[in-house]
């Protein structure tokens, strides 16, 4: 595989991972309410068909800090398209064309929704491993970057409804609040994973109001 393939694969995984994060992220900064929710040690569970995303991030160097952010989906979808800040503007985020090499994500995304499952794309470099799956219509997408100042592994598994609604705005815009919603319909799921050196972070959706 050409290194232009390996960086757009990269690329669309680091794209998919801030995606989710920044939608939470923004939930945090402006919604104090969670916040308080997160710093229980209980477990709750939360009225039938209400779901919640969660957010763990252990950082590994200094303090070994951690931060839990539980923002209920309900709230995240009513409170995003309030929220503009950089690229983010009325729930949808703007990417860079140069960022996806030209590449035609929804057609790309639509022969994926049909295929059958199966390991599509298996990559093993100097800088990265690279491996791309179908399983159960989740698209699962796993990168370790071997780079010697800071190695790092992401593992993304997304249901391929919410990948569908993330990419149902503009050519060049994914629909926060569209994957939000869908994501709404899904079971208990962990969505995205990133270790490396100084970090360790958890994204996943269930009923409960607080972290394990």
Not at 40 to 69: F, N, P
Not at 95 to 105: G, Q, R
Not at 130 to 148: P, Y
Not at 159 to 184: N, Q, R, T, W, Y
Request: hydrophobic residues 40%; neutral net charge; proline residues 2%.
């Amino acid at each position: 595989m050409s290194n232009v393939n390996r960086g757009f694969i990269t690329k669309a995984v680091l794209a998919t991972a801030t995606g989710l994060l920044l939608s939470v992220g923004v939930m945090a900064q402006s919604t104090p309410a969670p916040a308080k929710a997160a710093q229980s040690t209980s477990s709750a569970t939360t009225e039938k068909g209400e779901r919640w995303l969660h957010v763990r991030v252990i950082c590994t160097t200094g303090k070994g800090d951690t931060v839990r952010v539980n923002v209920p989906l309900e709230l995240a979808e009513k409170v995003l398209p309030a929220v503009n800040h950089d690229r983010l503007h009325n729930g949808k985020v703007r990417i860079d064309s140069s960022d996806i090499n030209d590449v035609d994500l929804r057609a790309l995304v639509d022969a994926i929704r049909t295929a059958k499952d199966g390991e599509y794309v298996t990559v093993q470099g100097n800088d990265n491993d690279v491996r791309v799956a179908k399983e159960g219509n989740h698209l699962i997408i796993h990168v370790v970057d071997k780079g010697a100042s800071k190695k790092s592994q992401v593992e993304v598994k997304v249901p391929m409804k919410v990948i569908e609604a993330l990419l149902s705005a503009g050519k060049d815009e994914l629909d926060l609040v569209a994957a939000l919603h869908a994501l709404g319909a899904q079971g208990d799921v962990e969505l995205v994973s990133v270790k490396d050196s100084e970090n360790t972070v958890k994204v996943w959706l269930d009923s409960k109001n607080v972290a394990d």
